[in-house]
């Protein structure tokens, strides 16, 4: 298959920094758009790769996955969009299509694993995908997202994953007008779910656990602030939430959230990989019928009905734009939540 040489920022091994480096783009096929990326989100899952913390990153590796770009060449059976339209790709570049998760829009729960933006098999080029920190990027056309005409660009690349992985778990619990909803954390993810959930008619709580918080809560749509680490106000609030959105990315203790569930109520975890500690008490679920899950991201239906749900109530992410250059001065601010609320690269300064 022909390809094209692109600049992108990428690593060849975990202890390095990033650094300018050329990858291969195949050509457009029949079903495939082209799209010149304008800007770029930064995830704490682009670090992780980076820096292999799961273990499981194949080098050199280009992070990226939250994607708004312009469509530059489209193939000859696309229909979604046309050149000159402004575009994003989120999380996923591909799903098998067949099994029945991909039949219910479920893509990223494919039961024959989903390909990732980056870090996965590329099934066209053979060795790994690359993400958006790169000039361009070829996507399948049903894995590619229209953009509303209204939204702020740059704004919108961290939709594509922070806004998806809150707005999926608020839509499966439909979260609606009345709905007490609470969300742990306000950081990237915990500023996007207070936004959607309040988008979306609930009463939303914020928990912190230290003040100082509150004003950047209000400001962003929040009706009240809960410091959970003081005893009065968490016995408050006991049994009062619906639904809770827990953000936080590393090992913390959910029991002191769980006994702020009403009956039926559930608490999602977005945030952290791995293992709870200290254990999960089941008392206080078995009691309430209450629970503790997960969710992933949305497929592309979700992801689509999420755009333009921020389209109609023109909610975009609050950002830092930052050079290509400063990424790995942004990684180390990250790792302190140096930053309100999210990074966005602005990619024209890959050209400089």
């Known amino acids: 298959m022909k390809t094209n040489a692109v600049k992108a920022y990428g690593t060849s091994a975990p202890e390095n920094d990033l650094a300018q480096m050329n990858i291969d783009r195949r050509e457009v096929q029949a079903k495939d758009i082209e799209i010149e990326i304008m800007y770029c989100g930064v995830c704490h899952s ?24 312009k469509v530059t060449r489209v193939g000859n059976e696309v229909s979604k969009l046309k050149v000159g339209d402004f575009a994003a790709v989120g999380c996923l570049v591909g799903s098998c299509g067949t099994c029945s998760s991909c039949q219910q829009d479920l893509e990223q729960y494919c039961l024959n694993g989903w390909v990732g933006t980056y870090n996965s098999t590329d099934k066209y080029l053979g060795g790994m995908t690359y993400g958006g920190y790169s000039e361009k990027i070829v996507v399948e056309e049903h894995f590619v997202l229209k953009v509303p005409e209204n939204l702020d660009l740059a704004a919108t690349a961290p939709l594509l994953c922070a806004g998806i992985t809150t707005w999926s778990p608020l839509r499966h619990w439909k979260v609606g007008k009345g709905t007490r909803v609470a969300v742990v954390g306000l950081g990237g993810l915990g500023h996007m779910a207070i936004k959607l959930a309040k988008g979306l008619g609930a009463d ?51 029991n002191p959230y769980v006994g702020t569930l009403n009956i039926n109520g559930t608490l999602v975890l977005v945030g952290y990989l791995g293992g709870l500690d200290p254990i999960l008490n089941t008392v206080p679920l078995i009691m309430g019928r209450k629970a503790v899950a997960a969710s992933l991201i949305g497929g592309i239906a979700e992801t689509q009905e ?25 990684y180390e601010r990250m790792l302190k939540s140096d930053v309100r609320y999210r990074f966005v690269i602005d990619m024209a300064s890959l050209k400089a």
């Open 306 to 330: 999420m755009l333009d749900f921020c389209g109609e109530h023109n909610i975009v992410s609050e950002i830092e734009l930052i050079k290509i250059q400063d990424i790995n001065h942004a």
């Open 204 to 254: 939303v709580t914020l928990f912190s656990r230290s003040p100082g918080k509150e004003k950047d809560a209000f400001d962003l749509g929040a009706d009240a602030v809960v410091i959970s680490t003081d005893d009065v106000q968490m016995e408050a609030v006991k049994g009062k939430f619906d639904l809770i959105i827990d953000t936080v990315p590393y090992v913390h203790d959910v």
């Open 46 to 69: 682009d670090l992780h790769t980076a820096r292999n913390d799961w273990g499981f990153t194949t080098y050199p590796a280009v992070p990226g996955h939250e994607i708004v770009g």
